[in-house]
């Protein structure tokens, strides 16, 4: 069957907004190590004038630290060539010239090898092994670490690591590590701080020996701690943890396939748009400048493919940021960490295409003062996307008009068919929802595939948007 010639121009169309889109996200560059296989981002915050460093670590190539004197590529290799490197984190204390720094690593050890080593600190330009106190037969690698920032003349504070079902403490007075145990929950994936506010509130995340999502808080530098079990339906773990800088009581968590968020430091969670995804959210980042404008990263399973996704509102509403090669392939994200020198700029660790760079372009779907009314014709990425035709949640769409007029939101397959419509009517001017089920137009299931739904007003085409349908 020859495509229609509705669907040739429906083709052009995208093509022309996918060119134009392109251009808003030409922030996203490569920042160096290239090629590598990166599974942690750390930065150290120093003073304005001397910008922040940042490190690396990467599977069995070692860890590498950027300076800001050098070129952006420029990448230097401090050595644990040889380990198998799964977490990293960025000691940071003092303040104005004396503010010093030490990175930690978290390795999976090769027992077999004799290598029993769990942390590592680099200090003196040398790696020193640093995991005294750990019990070997309860914990087979780090999966996450993190600390506080003290500044001032204070010593520097506490450092957490998590693993096989238990969160450590270290502290400088004893630099050894000691149980912070809140009940053999499971695996600890993710952890989080408020870093430059002592609070000694401790978030830790993970999933349970049955496969059910955990996660928890502790008020007082991990001596006592309170679970909380999130119902996401089905198997699940937590695997990334945000804090808001300015309100404890709000905190982000990446699951397996959502995005959720807690306004009341976790007696209730809630679902933000990021839901019903294929998506394992491995990295969180919060705008250094503006806190709710959120980051969400991490890996379509199967195949290990690049998923990256904003919010300007709080996680409310959200914009795919597409791959900056190709489909995505082979370039699963592993870690998101935030500039703290600038605003709406944040660092990528993928999984085999080195780091990149993304400085965030202004969102064209924001919410917008109650006076002010759109601009221009937006039609923005459907979420979920892909979204699956059997779920019980329908997919998103979200489109703004300039002024009051007749539109018509449509779904087209890839041979120019068309499926069904969602919007035909005179709409005001403002922001608006259309949602699909998978459906067509006599209810019958779309076949899985690749659609297009277009945004129209009369004979004229106004935006068109690829999406994705699964079984």
Known sequence: ??????????????????????????????????????????????????????????????????????????????????????????????????????????VAPRFENGDSTLVYRYENNQWYAEDSGMARGEILLIRALMSFESGGHLPPAATFAGGSGFVYRSTTSSRAWEQAYFGGVGVTNALAVNRTQLSGAVWAGGETTIFAPWIAKSLDEGKTWEVFYPDLSGDNACDALAVH?????????????????????????????LLNTPVYFYGLALDANEANHIYAGGVIADPNTWALWESFD??????????????GAGQG????????????????????????????????????????????????????????????????????????????????????KHVATLVDRVQAAGEYTAQWNGKDAVGRLAPSGIYFYRLSTGAKTMAVRKMIVTR
Request: proline letters at 7%.
């Open 1 to 106: 069957m020859k495509p229609s010639k509705q669907f040739l121009m429906l083709c052009g169309f995208l093509a022309l907004s996918s060119s134009a889109f392109a251009q808003s996200t030409k922030s996203l560059e490569p920042f160096g190590l290239a090629g590598k296989k990166v599974t942690a981002l750390a930065i150290a915050r120093q003073s304005s004038a001397s910008g922040s460093f940042f490190y690396a670590a990467t599977s069995e190539e070692g860890v590498w630290r950027h300076v800001p004197a050098q070129a952006d590529t420029t990448w230097e290799g401090l050595g644990l060539q040889d380990k198998e490197i799964s977490a990293l984190d960025i000691h940071v204390w003092g303040a104005g010239p004396a503010l010093f720094h030490a990175p930690f690593a978290g």
């Open 245 to 273: 800088p300015n309100d404890p009581n709000i905190v982000y968590a990446g699951m397996e396939g959502a995005v959720i968020k807690t306004t009341d430091a976790g007696r209730n969670w809630q679902k933000t748009g």
């Open 314 to 327: 709080a996680g409310a509403t959200w914009r795919e940021i597409p791959a900056p090669n190709g489909n």
């Open 333 to 416: 994200i592993r870690s998101l960490v935030a500039d703290p020198n600038q605003a709406g700029v944040i660092y990528i660790a993928t999984a085999g295409y080195g780091v990149w760079k993304y400085q965030s372009a202004p969102t064209s779907v924001n919410d917008p003062p109650s006076n002010i009314l759109p601009q221009g014709f937006v039609l923005a990425q459907n979420v979920p996307n892909p979204f699956s035709r059997n779920a019980a949640q329908a997919t998103v769409i979200r489109y703004s008009i300039p002024s009051a007029q007749h539109l018509k939101v449509e779904i087209y397959d890839l041979l120019g």
